[in-house]
């Protein structure tokens, strides 16, 4: 099974600022298989970046996904008050799907 | 619009079982790929089970495999997940979601399941 393990934990930024948020895997992942989500507090995970970099349907720009092999790396330039939430990574190889344990983005 | 409505949730003793639905509306059901994805209190996501457009493909996660089976019926646009021999770990809010490329492109709003003596 694949690991994925993403950093920060938390990331403490003000609105406005840039963030990068990483995502490690234990082995090689297929790019078109990586993708990313965000979760607001109570509600369902939304996807954001499929195939490693592309954007979901009705993703801002400022959201942008890059990385292959084991890093992968979402980038979220110009924070806005409404993108601090838990973003997750995923990726699909050989019969299952895993994700990576969340990065807390929080409002310093 | 992409609906994706689940039910059944609730409360059940260690080892006992209980059936999840998922309503799917707003989009060709039987030519999508479904999935449940958990997750427990305050926790992170947790991939369950796969279930190809046509049923010909079914995966699972060790950590179910054996206790649970993923199923659907695609003349009523619904999917389900029928868990047995329940363990308290398997407490979380239960997810189906639709596959997309390998990708959880859209999400119900989930059921809670809760395992508790």
């Known amino acids: 099974e694949i690991v994925l393990t993403q950093s920060p934990g938390t990331l403490s930024l003000s609105p406005g600022e840039g963030a990068t948020l990483s995502c490690r895997a234990s082995q090689s992942v297929s790019s078109s298989y990586l993708a990313w989500y965000q979760q607001k507090l109570g509600q369902a995970p939304r996807l954001l970046i499929y195939g490693a970099s592309s954007r979901a349907t009705g993703i801002p720009d400022r959201f942008s996904g890059s990385g292959s092999g084991t890093d992968f790396t979402l980038t979220i330039s110009r924070l806005e008050p409404e993108d601090f939430a838990v973003y997750y990574c995923q990726q699909y190889g050989t019969s299952q799907y895993t994700f990576g344990q969340g990065t807390k983005l929080e409002i310093k | 619009e992409v609906q994706l409505v689940e039910s059944g949730g609730g409360l059940v003793q260690p080892g006992g079982s209980l059936r999840l639905s998922c309503a799917a509306s707003?989009?060709?059901?039987?030519?999508?790929?479904m999935n449940w994805v958990r997750q427990a209190p305050g926790k992170g996501l947790e991939w369950v089970s796969y279930i190809s457009s046509a049923s010909n493909t079914i995966y699972y996660a060790d950590s179910v495999k054996g206790r649970f089976t993923i199923s659907r019926d695609n003349a009523k646009n619904s999917l389900y997940l029928q868990m047995n021999s329940l363990r308290d770990e398997d407490t979380a809010v239960y997810y189906c979601?639709?596959?997309?490329?390998?990708?959880?492109?859209?999400w119900g709003q989930g059921t809670l399941v809760t395992v508790s003596s």
């Open positions: 707003g989009f060709t059901f039987s030519t999508y790929s």
């Open positions: 979601a639709r596959d997309w490329g390998k990708n959880f492109q859209h």
